[in-house]
């Protein structure tokens, strides 16, 4: 539905936290608006839907679901739009742009990653891209962190034992971990979420953090005194290895039997970033096999990763439903972004976070 007041009641009661009622609440316009029309692909989180709604600057269409809306609805809603709100789930290919038609002019992702968006496709029709980078660094690192201590001490394995009746007596070797005090820890891609899992770990006593990517960077290693080092090196010496690049054509599957070969048996694997980094018949194999000790990941392919999935069989595989930037506030942050980046672009105006494309 095109917003209304009718809609914005509704919207409101949605809300987690009220919208202020002594702020004047702009009404929505009707679909017979000119005000530019924007659709919105899911139920953001309220504040990036109060700010669309307060903004009086778009009419905006929403799809009122926390489930994916159809293809088919999809590219039938986007029909003739100025702008698009976005989250991971929707490909945003040349199809899709075809169907939305010659008014489109901004696209606004709500997330980090932007490997759902065909840049060349946007590209190539002068849209303006707009995502949601910083807002979200603190949550992922944190829930990195969170993900590697799990993995590394076996606690979800742990709190299972204890339930079922697998705790017995103390003893000494049972459901042994790895720790981080003296450890090298190897981050695979560094931005700013790799300094920000650093930071936080560095007062587990790391001993030594080390990194790769496509070129040194020296201005964030300083932060985090990290080494840069060949893929190999970071495989051959991390005792805990954190992947946190964006997935690109480059490093599509560049987490394979090559690189888990190269780690140690006793090594941690984690991914934060996406699923598609990793190849997961080769981690399966290599975590099957002992040849690295465990692994902690919030993102698979596909995703929902299928419950009969290899990968769920094992005791040393701990997987999340990609809930790394699961914060209110953060989610909050996140949508509050992108209904900014998309009301900026469409004045035209510098936007918040803007995809240089
Ligand atoms: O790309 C992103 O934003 C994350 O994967 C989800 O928060």
Redesign the pocket.
């Known amino acids: 539905m095109w917003c209304s007041r009718v809609s914005l009641r509704r919207l409101q009661r949605i809300a987690v936290a009220p919208l202020n009622a002594s702020s004047p609440v702009i009404s929505m316009q009707r679909a017979s608006s000119t005000l530019p029309r924007v659709y919105v692909t899911r139920k953001i989180p309220p504040e990036g839907l109060r700010i669309l709604s307060e903004s009086g600057q778009v009419q905006y269409e929403l799809w009122d679901s926390d489930d994916p809306v159809p293809r088919q609805e999809l590219l039938r809603r986007v029909r003739g739009v100025d702008g698009l709100v976005c989250v ?1 789930t929707e490909k945003i290919d040349g199809e899709l742009l075809d169907a939305a038609g010659p008014n489109l002019r901004v696209l606004s992702t ?4 932007y490997d759902h968006l065909s840049l060349e496709e946007l590209k190539k029709r002068g849209i303006r891209v707009g995502y ?1 980078p910083d807002v ?1 660094t603190d949550a ?1 690192a944190e829930l990195t962190v969170a993900l590697l201590l799990t993995t590394s001490r076996r606690l979800i394995e742990a709190t299972h034992e204890a339930k079922t009746g697998g705790w017995g007596t103390w003893r000494t070797m049972w459901l042994c971990g790895y720790e981080l005090a003296n450890s090298t820890v190897g981050i695979l891609g560094l931005g700013r979420i790799g300094v920000a899992i650093a930071e936080r770990l560095k007062p587990f006593k790391v001993q030594k953090f080390i990194y790769t990517d496509v070129a040194p960077r020296p201005e964030l290693a300083r932060t985090i005194q990290a080494e840069y080092v060949s893929m190999e090196e970071l495989a051959k010496q991390s005792d805990f290895l954190a992947v946190c690049c964006a997935l690109t054509p480059e490093t599509q599957g560049i987490c394979n039997r090559k690189l888990f070969s190269q780690m140690k048996n006793t090594a941690v694997f984690i991914n934060t970033s ?1 699923g598609g980094v990793v190849n997961q018949e080769d981690l399966y194999e290599a975590l099957s096999s002992g040849q690295i000790a465990a692994a902690g990941l919030d ?1 698979t392919t596909p995703e929902p990763l299928p419950t009969s999935h290899p990968l769920f069989t094992l005791k040393n595989c701990v997987i999340l439903p ?1 809930v ?2 699961a914060s209110y506030s953060t989610r909050n942050a ?1 949508s509050a972004l992108a209904a900014n980046n998309l009301l900026t672009g469409l004045r035209g105006e510098p936007m918040p976070k803007e995809l240089k494309l």
Do not use: D, E, F, I
């Open positions: 991971l709500m997330s980090v990653g949601t979200l992922v996406r993102v990609h790394a930037s996140m």
